[in-house]
């Protein structure tokens, strides 16, 4: 049966995908955004995360809410931990985007809004992705277009998923009860490093396209440089040096487990994505 489920960041990277698969399994999708605007066949909600009285009023009448903080966002647990509040008043099922690896450190702002969420004994589930692929068409799009990609990620390898499959697997969780209380851990099929990953963006923009290792230092100067805040650009730097350590290699089932479907690779994500890498 149809649920009512609001969706924060709804005009996001895997808020967008999101809405379109919850409206194909026939739930109605309250989207939630600063400006009240929703995508086709949803419910515009305003929804703020500085205006603590928006809470109240987006998860009204939701069974369900996907929780995530937009990028960009420094004070994690400032801006989560009134929404989880407002759903353990209300008893609202809750889906979480957290981040790949934070389980290993209790003191990490996602895994304490996660802890939160058990504390509470909502009905809730956790979804940890590691890199998105759609990082190259949004944070690295100018690298891409100008046939350098500049990170600080060394010769680490990530196994990078596409928004798409972390969309599938949220709709997943939000649709069904039988994966309440669990959390995934969701990558893409293969873990590559950023030249092996270039190569295959090169062949679907056709032209070359090569990666370069920097150090943070040149990393957060390019980032600032073109607008990045300075805190935001030196979070970015540092959560590179897990990918240095090879520790966001692993490849998990996550995504099949959750959809049944297994994840799209690199080559599949260039493919689709093509236009936008190649400007
Ligand atoms: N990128 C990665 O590689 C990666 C990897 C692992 C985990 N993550 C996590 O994924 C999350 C980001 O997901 P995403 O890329 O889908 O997000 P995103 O595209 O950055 O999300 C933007 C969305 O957030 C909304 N938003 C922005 N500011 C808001 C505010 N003050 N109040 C309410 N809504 C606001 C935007 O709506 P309006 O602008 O329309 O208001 C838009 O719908 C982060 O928590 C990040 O840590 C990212």
Known sequence: MGKTILVLGATGTVGRPLVSDLLSRGHAVRAASRSGNGPDGTVGTRFDFADPASIEAALAGADAVFLMAPSGTLDVL?????????????????VMLSVFGVEADDSIPYRQVELMLARRGLPHVVIRPNWFMDNFHTFWRAGVLAGTIRLPAGDGRSSLIDARDIAASAAAALSEDRFDG???????????????AAEILSKAAGRPIRYEAVSDEAFIEAATAAGADPGYAGFLAAIFHPVRENWTAAVTDGVERLTGAKPRSLATYARDHAAALKG
């Not at 400032?78 to 809750?94: C, D, I, M, Q, S």
């Not at 669990?182 to 092996?196: D, I, M, Q, R, V």
């Open 78 to 94: 400032g801006a989560l931990t009134p929404v989880v509040e407002a759903a353990a008043r209300r008893g609202t099922k809750v």
């Open 182 to 196: 669990e959390a995934f851990n969701l990558t893409g099929p293969e873990a590559l490093s950023y030249a092996e």
